[in-house]
């Protein structure tokens, strides 16, 4: 198993651009969510979902859209970059929500740098 | 709303001595898990430790080990021989078995630093 991958690993963008970040994984799990780390803070919690075409916000969902169209792929889409953005980017998956099996797996993250 | 606590910015220890890194949470459920993740430069966010809240008895895994001490709310992880390869960010994080996000929360992150 590869695990949950994310791409890019880096990426800058300029104000105002798009772009797409990807995360997929290959342990057919349910759950999937997207987490931003900013610097002297922990990770918060952007979207998520529980199943393919099941989408939902998280704490900080303002800039970003997602969506779920298979079980593997969970892209978070940045619809008009600004620097308020700039940040380290994690994906994170677990089997289920509840019960023995709630570990969350993370990526690898893709650092973005909006100018 | 449920918080945690990282009140140790940055720890150092001796390699082959023991460590212990304090988490705090505020919560008024009584069912959640709590977790210790470490984030060495690689940036990977690998779980080291996981706690559930209805379990009496202290999660361990090899040299990880935790002192869960409910009514206190506090979490703390003890690295014991550690190593240089121990030396990272280390993040408590909190989930509410009834939250239906999932969502984990996560203190501000203590770093670990490992001295030869």
């Known amino acids: 198993n590869a695990g949950v991958t994310q791409t890019p690993k880096f990426q800058v963008l300029k104000t105002g651009q798009s772009m797409t970040l990807q995360c997929a994984q290959d342990m057919n799990h349910e759950y999937m969510s997207w987490y931003r780390q900013d610097p002297g803070m922990g990770l918060r919690l952007i979207h998520y979902s529980v199943g393919a075409g099941i989408t939902d916000q998280g704490e900080v969902p303002n800039g970003y859209n997602v969506s779920r169209s298979t079980t593997e792929d969970f892209p978070l889409r940045l619809l008009s970059a600004a620097p308020s953005q700039t940040s380290v980017y994690f994906c994170a998956s677990s089997y289920s929500a509840s019960g023995s099996q709630e570990t969350q797996y993370f990526g690898p993250g893709t650092r973005l740098l909006v100018l | 709303a449920q918080t945690v606590t990282q009140s140790q910015p940055e720890m150092s220890v001796q390699e082959a001595e023991t460590v212990t890194l304090s988490c705090t949470y505020d919560t008024s459920e009584s069912d959640y898990y709590l977790f210790w993740y470490k984030q060495p430069p690689s940036r990977q966010m690998i779980l080291v430790i996981r706690q559930e809240a209805y379990k009496q008895q202290n999660a361990t895994e090899n040299r990880f080990s935790v002192n869960f001490q409910k009514a206190a709310k506090s979490f703390s992880l003890k690295i014991s021989d550690s190593q240089l390869g121990d030396a990272a960010m280390y993040f408590c994080?909190?989930?509410?078995?009834?939250?239906?996000?999932?969502?984990?929360?996560f203190g501000s992150g203590t770093r670990l630093l490992v001295r030869p």
């Open positions: 994080a909190y989930r509410s078995a009834g939250d239906s996000s999932y969502k984990l929360i």
